[in-house]
């Protein structure tokens, strides 16, 4: 049996609860589970920012997400998580950068790269707003179609595994049940 990549996914709603009550202890969850990703997008954004400078960005932007959670102004419906603290820790990162003496003369390439990471944090917010869209309509799916569609597009299952956990006879039978479930997701969009 092949191992299957499940995806971590943080109940927001949850985590903006258990902020209100335990404090910084519960945002530990997110600062670790998407700490090396904001370095990597941090990193090939703006290269040669150090190290310490993108951690800093980062610390900075779990405590702007603590205060505006504790001021009830984070709305998951609106912007995802990760690419809302993507978004907070840019910010700081831009801010970083302004401070520093080196950011008064900024050469055309960094000038383009900060454009560059704006256009993504607008790529990522109007992906975000399409999932949104596709979240309503999975809703209106049958259980079995919006089962079989988290199973093969977000938890990234192989139609084999997909016909062990859903009881199909063959996997033959998961490739037209998928069909027909993306058929039926595509016309509720569409209404």
């Known amino acids: 049996m092949s191992q299957l990549k499940v995806i971590k996914e943080i109940d927001t709603e949850k ?3 258990r902020l209100r ?3 910084m202890e519960a945002i530990t969850e997110v600062y670790k589970l998407y700490r090396n990703e904001f370095l990597g997008f941090s990193q090939k954004y703006f290269p040669g920012v150090s ?10 932007a779990m405590i702007a997400f603590y205060e505006i959670c504790l001021a009830n102004k984070y709305d ?3 912007c995802s998580l990760k690419t809302f603290l993507f978004s907070i820790g840019k910010n700081k990162l831009l801010k970083v950068l302004k401070k520093d003496s080196r950011a008064n003369f900024i050469s055309m390439e960094e000038a383009d790269i900060y454009r560059d ?3 993504l944090i607008e790529e990522l917010d109007s992906v975000n707003e399409e999932e949104g869209k596709i979240r309503k309509a999975l809703e209106k799916l049958g259980q079995k179609c919006r089962r079989l569609i988290q199973l093969v597009y977000y ?3 192989k139609a084999e595994a997909v016909q062990k956990e859903m009881d199909y006879n063959s996997p033959n039978v998961v490739y037209s049940h998928k069909s027909r ?3 039926q997701l595509k016309e509720i969009m569409e209404e």
């Open 117 to 119: 990471t704006e256009v």
């Open 15 to 17: 985590l903006v609860i």
């Open 155 to 157: 938890h990234q299952y």
């Open 51 to 60: 190290k310490d400078a993108l951690l800093h960005a980062w610390h900075d």
């Open 181 to 183: 479930c993306l058929k």
């Open 76 to 78: 998951p419906q609106k």
């Open 21 to 23: 009550n335990e404090g």
